[in-house]
């Protein structure tokens, strides 16, 4: 069985064949229009078969991580000594700073008064370039010896934090195969 790629809403989805009976995985298991959308176009869930966003698959090999679910025998694990947890490897928020990481939340907090729109920084037009322009100038404030804001809608709000905030916005951009930046319209 081959399936191509199918566009559902302007986006385009590719098809992980090899995969048991189970929806949860796919990208429209929480979105009932766009599976009805996806059934339209083909019988995935009688062939099994899931789909992801085509972005997602230069980034991860579904299906080595699919046979790695599936190569795991739960039987095979040595006797667990109480209070085990395998939690090597895994991310550690907690190195997050909590004083950086509250500037951050300040400021988008600042940005809600000021556009009035929760997460409005999504939608800007040519939003990658706009925001690494709206970094340097803070981050060159910085350097010119400015430490706070003073076109801030929040009083002593230092540039470093919109430095930050402005990076975060380019790394979601980057990283999360959903956000999709839109070009600007006349």
Not at 12 to 34: H, K, M, Q, R, W
Not at 59 to 77: E, F, G, H, I, Y
Request: charged letters at 25%; glycine letters at 4%.
């Amino acid at each position: 069985m081959s399936l191509n790629n199918i566009t559902i809403g302007g986006k385009e989805y590719t098809p992980v064949e090899d995969y048991e009976n189970d929806c949860i995985d796919c990208a429209f298991y929480t979105n009932g229009s766009l599976c009805t959308e996806a059934h339209k176009l083909t019988s995935c869930s009688y062939e099994g078969v899931h789909f992801v966003p085509a972005s997602t698959l230069t980034k991860v090999d579904l299906r080595s991580a699919t046979q790695q679910m599936q190569a795991w025998n739960p039987d095979a694990v040595e006797e667990q000594i109480p209070g085990t947890k395998y939690d090597s490897g895994k991310l550690q928020y907690t190195l997050v700073p909590p004083y950086a990481l509250q500037e951050v939340a300040r400021n988008l907090t600042a940005g809600l008064k000021k556009y009035k729109e929760r997460n409005n920084w999504q939608k800007v037009p040519e939003a990658r370039q706009r925001y690494m322009d709206a970094l340097m100038r803070h981050f060159e404030a910085i350097r010119r010896g400015e430490i706070i804001d003073h076109e801030s809608t929040e009083p002593n709000m230092s540039h470093m934090s919109a430095v930050a905030v402005n990076a975060m916005f380019l790394l979601e951009f980057m990283y999360n195969p959903e956000l999709q930046e839109t070009k600007e319209t006349k």
